[in-house]
């Protein structure tokens, strides 16, 4: 069992930046693989970004690849997404979530979700 909480969403101008949190309860945290999708109004949930257990393999939406950064710290418990060049249509609510599979992920499936956090960029 996993539980996420998200933290760290706010009101930023374009072109700004914004980091993430999502600190996981467990001591079977690092065995999973953790991913950031995020929900905008009127639109389905999208996947953001997957990171596998040991951080050395990650893999981006290419809407935000190259300025958004995924990564971990398992001594933490905790998984981050830097979010760097932000633009309005980066505006939605940023979940969290674990699973045991990156495909998984990547497919918008995952075992364990977060709550959320709201992320408002201003144009």
């Known amino acids: 069992q996993v539980q996420l909480v998200e933290s760290g969403g706010g009101l930023v101008q374009a072109g700004g930046s914004l980091r993430l949190s999502c600190a996981a309860s467990?001591?079977?945290?690092?065995?999973?693989?953790m991913g950031w999708f995020r929900q905008a109004p009127g639109k389905e949930r999208e996947f953001v970004a997957a990171?596998?257990?040991?951080?050395?393999?990650?893999y981006y939406a290419t809407s935000v690849e190259g300025r958004f950064t995924i990564s971990r710290d398992n001594a933490k418990n905790t998984a981050y997404l830097q979010m760097n060049s932000l633009k309005p249509e980066d505006t939605a609510v940023y979940y969290c979530?674990?699973?045991?599979?990156?495909?998984?992920?990547?497919?918008?499936?995952?075992?364990?979700w977060g709550q959320g956090t709201q992320v408002t960029v201003s144009s």
């Open positions: 467990g001591r079977t945290f690092s065995s999973y693989y």
């Open positions: 990171i596998n257990w040991s951080g050395s393999s990650t």
């Open positions: 979530a674990a699973d045991n599979a990156i495909p998984n992920l990547r497919a918008g499936y995952a075992g364990y």
